[in-house]
């Protein structure tokens, strides 16, 4: 699949079949993570892999809603994909020299967390599969369901499997909407 064509034609996807994510497309989408760019080569970055529904079903508890008494739209699709992606990242290393941050930025693991979760995310649209980006969540909650050590933090979760959906296309800003040259407002 072309590149450019896998961008545009990428959607979120929040309703998945049962059908189980194969070994070798999982593997797949892992290494496209793998070779994203990271801040200094940190790869700070680190995924656990969840086939466990109770897990997947604690995890979907622990997403937040903006609508009081509701469940946050994306929560049922932790329960329906066969896989779910807790995308972490080790703390202190990214943005950072020998522990101290250098920018005014001190979240670049997001940044390098976002990048791998972009590969990872075009690749599985390229082999068939599905995915959403879930940020909406107890993030410490999901750290203590998954296990995460102090010093890492849960990012995102991302729900990973067949789609059982064709969303329709978004409406985007126009390049001419967002691009300045020379100085911010100049057209």
Not at 9 to 28: A, G, N, Q, T, Y
């Amino acid at each position: 699949m072309d590149l450019m064509q896998a961008i545009l034609d990428r959607r979120s996807i929040r309703k998945f079949k049962p059908d189980p994510v194969s070994d070798e497309d999982l593997s797949k989408v892992l290494e496209a993570a793998r070779w994203a760019p990271s801040w200094a080569n940190t790869q700070v970055w680190c995924f656990v892999i969840v086939h466990d529904y109770d897990t997947r079903d604690r995890l979907a508890k622990a997403t937040i809603s903006k609508a009081p008494g509701k469940e946050n739209g994306a929560a049922p699709a932790l329960r329906q994909a066969p896989i779910v992606v807790v995308a972490c990242a080790e703390l202190g290393r990214s943005g950072c020299f020998d522990g101290v941050p250098y920018t005014d930025k001190n979240e670049w693991f997001m940044f390098d967390v976002a990048l791998a979760l972009n590969n990872l995310t075009l690749m599985a649209h390229a082999l068939g599969l599905g995915t959403v980006h879930i940020g909406l969540f107890d993030a410490v909650k999901a750290a203590d369901i998954v296990g995460v050590p102090e010093g890492y933090a849960v990012v995102e979760i991302l729900p990973l499997g067949h789609p059982d959906e064709t969303p329709a296309p978004r409406t985007r800003k126009s390049v001419d909407e967002f691009v300045y040259y020379e100085k911010f407002g100049e057209k």
